[in-house]
């Protein structure tokens, strides 16, 4: 019942920035924790960040924190992940994905709803 589309991937040098965005659609937007998930080739999809529902409570993974920083609008149904200072380690595709109140934000099997994906690609 949850639509969602990232966009903003693309190629950029290690030590660069990118932002992401996921546009939702469906069901009430604000209602939802949302997080971001990354997948290399050959690897697992990992947990990357998540907000929960009022923005007020953000998460970060290890290999991330001090780097990304991740917000959404709910007026907007739009949620972000600025990316900064860029490794060639976080080459990978970033999915957007929404859970329902009362789970974890931090699980990606408490997720019903992901995006198609979105490329990031860090060169050294």
């Known amino acids: 019942q949850v639509q969602l589309v990232e966009s903003g991937g693309g190629l950029v040098q290690a030590g660069g920035s990118l932002r992401l965005s996921c546009a939702a659609s469906?069901?009430?937007?604000?209602?939802?924790?949302m997080g971001w998930f990354r997948q290399a080739p050959g690897k697992e999809r990992d947990f990357v960040s998540a907000i929960s529902w009022s923005g007020v409570g953000t998460y970060y993974a290890d290999s991330v924190k001090g780097r990304f920083t991740i917000s959404r609008d709910n007026a907007k149904n739009r949620v972000y992940l600025q990316m900064n200072s860029l490794k060639p380690e976080d080459t990978a595709v970033y999915y957007c994905?929404?859970?329902?109140?009362?789970?974890?934000?931090?699980?990606?099997?408490?997720?019903?709803?992901w995006g198609q994906g979105t490329q990031v690609t860090v060169s050294s």
């Open positions: 994905a929404a859970t329902p109140l009362g789970r974890s934000v931090l699980k990606k099997y408490e997720y019903d709803y």
């Open positions: 469906g069901r009430t937007f604000s209602s939802y924790g």
